[in-house]
Structure formats: C-alpha cells, structure tokens
C-alpha cells in the first residue's frame, strides 16, 4: 500500500528538474530560431518569425527525436501552421485565416538561452485594411527541454493602437496543428473528462492531444494548458485551441491591452492525466 501511495504521489508532483542548458539556438535566415541538442542535424523545436508572415512554431519534434509532432498546412486546412495565434473578426480583420504581409508586419525578434530554457520573444503589428496597424502582438515564449518531456510556455499579449472589437466566433487565437491523418486511437481529453467531439465547445482548463505520428510506434502528446478556464475549439481532425470569443465579443479601448498565458507539457507514450493535471495547477497558481 505504502509502494503504491508513494508512486501516486510521485505522478501527482509537477515537474521539478532542471532543464537541459546544453541545446544549441540557431537563428534561422528566414527569421526566428531553431533548437537543435548536441550531435543531431535537425531542430527539435523551430519558431518562425518572418518580416512579412505570422509567427508560427513548427516543426516540433517528440522529445526522443522520433517524429514531428506539427504540421504545417495541410490539405484539409492549408492556412492552419503548426502552433500559432490567429483571432477571427478583429475589427473586420481575419487573422486566422490569413497569414501573409497584408496582415502581418514584424516589428521586432530577440532571444536569449539560459541555464533555465530557451527564451524568445517577436513583436508584430496586425495590419488592418490600409495596412495600419491596429494592433501590436507580442509573443513572450520559454522552451525548456527535460529530455524526456518538453516545457514551453507562451505568454501571448496584444495592445490596441484604436478602438478594436473582437466579434463572438467559433474558433481562433492559440491554435495546435498535428498530423492528422485519421490514426486509429487518435484523441483529445480536457480537462473536464471529455473526448473528441464533446470536448467542442466546453470550457476547461487544459486538452492533452494524443495521437500516432510518423517514426513512432507509441503515441506523441501536446497537452495544452490555459492560465484560466477557456472554451476550446477541437475540430474533426483534432484541431485543438483556446477561443475565448466563443463566450462573445469582447473589446479593447485605444491604449488598452490583454494577455493570455498557455503552457504545453509535450510527451510520447500512454495519457499522463496525473502528470498534466499537476502541472496545470502548478501553471494555474503562478504568477
């Protein structure tokens, strides 16, 4: 009894090592970075921040090395790019859908690695019909790599420069793109016990993804936690994000500004229910 309370325990804890500080960053010629470990030619974690494009991460490879866990454009939603923050009607504006330099204009990019992670940061202006910017986004991430799991943290805020409306809508802000390809197994659980399709809709706190990617036997995971209950968006192909303009409209006066913080606890192999419940309430509880 005593063996099986400790080991519940122990899945209970949220994380609690060191990262590993011996990854090399690579700013890419396109813009971003690119993360690669010690002796391996590919990145395992890429970010893109092109002058003239929506910031976007992918790819995103299992913490062993074996398979991509995003993919970018796929034939069934060509403008959906790995992870990426997109909302829908801001003022009339689709940045959901769009992603190209008549919506996006980068305004700023550094990075810095640290004994504790990878931190990064892109500035961007979000472009309203005349190409005025409207809004200014800043992505504020921290990539910490435990070997076997990745930690990464976003802290996504965007500041008015005029009066903006962001109109009730289904769907849009973070958004995860895997590679779907209708894996038997395939599944998405909130934080609330639903699966699939009755997790459309609901509000929770986090969505683990799970499903089979190529290069692996055993299933890859994107658990993705917000800092606050949120209704969430899970498509037919398991599309997965937050979208807080599903509760409705929503605005931001002139100078005005708002944040939104997620977390994603990235690991292969069977649900960890216990693991990304502890680290959501770790998450949840921070400042």
Same mark, same amino acid.
């Given at each position: #009894?005593? /063996?099986?309370?400790?080991?519940?325990?122990?899945?209970?804890?949220? &994380?609690?090592? =060191?990262?590993?500080?011996?990854?090399?960053?690579?700013?890419?010629?396109?813009?971003? &970075?690119?993360?690669?470990?010690?002796?391996?030619?590919?990145?395992?974690?890429?970010?893109?921040?092109?002058?003239?494009?929506?910031?976007?991460?992918?790819?995103?490879?299992?913490?062993?090395?074996?398979?991509?866990?995003?993919?970018? *454009?796929?034939? =069934? =939603?060509? =403008?959906?790019?790995?992870?990426?923050?997109?909302?829908?009607?801001?003022?009339?504006?689709?940045?959901?859908?769009?992603?190209?330099?008549?919506?996006?204009?980068?305004?700023?990019?550094?990075?810095?690695?640290? *004994?504790?992670? +990878?931190?990064?940061? *892109? *500035?961007?202006?979000?472009?309203?019909?005349?190409?005025?910017?409207?809004?200014?986004?800043?992505?504020? !991430?921290?990539?910490?790599?435990?070997?076997?799991?990745?930690?990464?943290?976003?802290?996504?805020?965007?500041?008015?420069?005029?009066?903006?409306?962001?109109?009730?809508?289904?769907?849009?802000?973070?958004?995860?793109?895997?590679?779907?390809?209708?894996?038997?197994?395939?599944?998405?659980?909130?934080?609330?016990?639903?699966?699939?399709?009755?997790?459309?809709?609901?509000?929770? /706190? !986090? +969505?683990?993804?799970? #499903?089979?990617?190529?290069?692996?036997?055993?299933?890859?995971?994107?658990?993705? #936690?917000?800092? #606050?209950?949120?209704? !969430?968006? +899970?498509?037919?192909?398991?599309?997965?994000?937050?979208?807080?303009?599903?509760?409705?409209? !929503?605005?931001?006066?002139?100078?005005?500004?708002?944040?939104?913080?997620?977390?994603?606890?990235?690991?292969?192999?069977?649900?960890?229910?216990?693991? +990304?419940?502890?680290?959501?309430?770790?998450?949840?509880?921070?400042?």
């Amino acid at each position: #009894m005593t /063996r099986i309370f400790l080991v519940l325990m122990f899945l209970s804890l949220p &994380i609690v090592a =060191h990262a590993d500080a011996n990854v090399r960053v690579v700013e890419q010629k396109t813009g971003g &970075i690119a993360i690669f470990r010690p002796g391996i030619e590919t990145p395992i974690f890429a970010f893109n921040a092109s002058v003239d494009g929506r910031p976007y991460v992918h790819p995103l490879h299992a913490p062993d090395g074996k398979g991509v866990l995003t993919e970018f *454009s796929p034939g =069934h =939603h060509k =403008h959906q790019t790995g992870i990426y923050v997109g909302f829908l009607k801001v003022n009339g504006r689709d940045y959901f859908h769009n992603r190209g330099a008549d919506h996006f204009r980068r305004i700023g990019f550094k990075h810095e690695a640290k *004994s504790e992670g +990878v931190s990064f940061t *892109s *500035s961007y202006e979000l472009l309203d019909k005349d190409k005025n910017a409207q809004l200014v986004e800043t992505q504020a !991430w921290v990539f910490r790599d435990f070997t076997q799991t990745y930690l990464i943290d976003l802290t996504w805020t965007a500041k008015a420069n005029v009066d903006v409306t962001f109109d009730k809508y289904d769907y849009g802000g973070l958004f995860i793109r895997m590679p779907w390809k209708n894996q038997p197994g395939a599944k998405a659980v909130n934080s609330e016990g639903h699966v699939n399709g009755k997790c459309e809709g609901q509000k929770a /706190r !986090w +969505v683990d993804i799970g #499903m089979s990617v190529d290069g692996r036997k055993d299933p890859a995971h994107i658990a993705v #936690m917000s800092h #606050m209950p949120l209704p !969430w968006r +899970v498509d037919g192909q398991l599309g997965v994000g937050p979208a807080p303009s599903r509760a409705g409209a !929503w605005k931001l006066g002139k100078g005005e500004s708002v944040t939104y913080r997620y977390r994603f606890l990235v690991y292969t192999g069977d649900f960890q229910e216990a693991q +990304v419940q502890a680290e959501s309430k770790a998450f949840s509880s921070s400042k």
